[in-house]
């Protein structure tokens, strides 16, 4: 049977360039967001370009009847998979009301994690299959005023990191793709005062995809986009970790 890419948050930014990259390999796709609009007309630029088959499914997956839903409409089918969608929360951890945090956890990890939990069955008995979850640099290090979003990326980053090894001996690559601040949609949600215009580190989202999609190939269990984050994390390492989390929270305690 023939397998498809499933991507999540494929309605902009990261999601909606790796469907157009692994749409350009000729991959039948199935995209999941929760805005139905954006999903069919990236369906229609796709299929006319490409001629290949894309599926979309609306779903939310801060629930878990939406994670649920897509599970068993995808079970089967998925050779390649992209846990892509999340987002960040700028503010003060206790300022933001709960439900607020509990819907990241949501979706930045428990979607995650039982999105591989649920395909990585398949993929071993196929004997071959691709695992890309984006993390993030912010997964490198603790990130006051945006602290749950760095802890789920933090999460990410290690899950993917282990069940890389885990599946070393079955062929399933998983790879934690680490992006720093990338021009999409992201920071229109992550609060006010995140302007990226200036920002040094900025990528486009297609280049981020592009080297991520290589590394995964060249089965990298992390993959750094960019040569700047690159050397971002290799300050990090050597600076330690007290450093890295001080100069984040002068950075992003200067934006509240
Ligand atoms: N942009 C950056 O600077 C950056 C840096 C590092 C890592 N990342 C990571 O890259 C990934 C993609 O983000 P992006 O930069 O492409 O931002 P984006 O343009 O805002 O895309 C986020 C995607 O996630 C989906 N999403 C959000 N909440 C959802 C929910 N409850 N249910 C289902 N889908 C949901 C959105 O779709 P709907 O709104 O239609 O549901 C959208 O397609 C995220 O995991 C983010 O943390 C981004």
Redesign the pocket.
């Known amino acids: 049977m023939e397998t498809s890419v499933l991507i999540?948050?494929?309605?902009?930014?990261?999601?909606a360039d790796f469907a157009r990259r692994y749409a350009m390999e000729g991959k039948n796709l199935i995209l999941t967001?929760?805005?139905l609009d954006?999903l069919e007309e990236l369906k229609t630029e796709i299929e006319a370009k490409y001629g290949v088959n894309v599926e979309v499914i609306s779903?939310?997956?801060?629930s878990a009847a939406?994670r649920n839903f897509v599970i068993d409409r995808c079970l089967g089918r998925v050779g390649i998979l992209v846990n892509?969608?999340?987002?960040?929360i700028g503010s003060t951890f206790e300022s933001t009301p709960y439900p607020r945090v509990q819907e990241l956890i949501d979706?930045?990890i428990t979607a995650v994690s039982s999105f591989c939990h649920a395909f990585i069955p398949e993929m071993k008995a196929r004997g071959e299959g691709s695992i890309l979850n984006?993390a993030?640099?912010?997964g490198f290090t603790a990130g006051p005023y945006m602290a749950a979003y760095y802890a789920s990326k933090a999460f990410v980053l290690s899950l993917s990191e282990a069940l890389h090894e885990e599946l070393l001996p079955f062929n399933v690559h998983v790879v934690a793709v680490c992006?720093?601040?990338?021009l999409?949609?992201?920071f229109d949600?992550t609060g006010p005062k995140r302007a990226l215009g200036q920002n040094l580190f900025l990528m486009g989202?297609d280049e981020v995809v592009r080297q991520a999609i290589l590394d995964a190939k060249r089965n990298q269990a992390i993959a750094i986009s960019g040569f700047r984050n690159k050397f971002l994390h290799f300050l990090t390492i050597v600076l330690g970790r007290r450093v890295a989390r001080k100069s984040v929270a002068k950075i992003q305690g200067s934006r509240q």
């Open positions: 999540t948050g494929a309605s902009s930014g990261l999601g967001a929760r805005r954006r779903a939310d997956l801060s939406g892509n969608a999340g987002f960040g979706v930045n984006i993030s640099m912010a992006p720093g601040p990338t999409t949609e992201f949600h989202s």
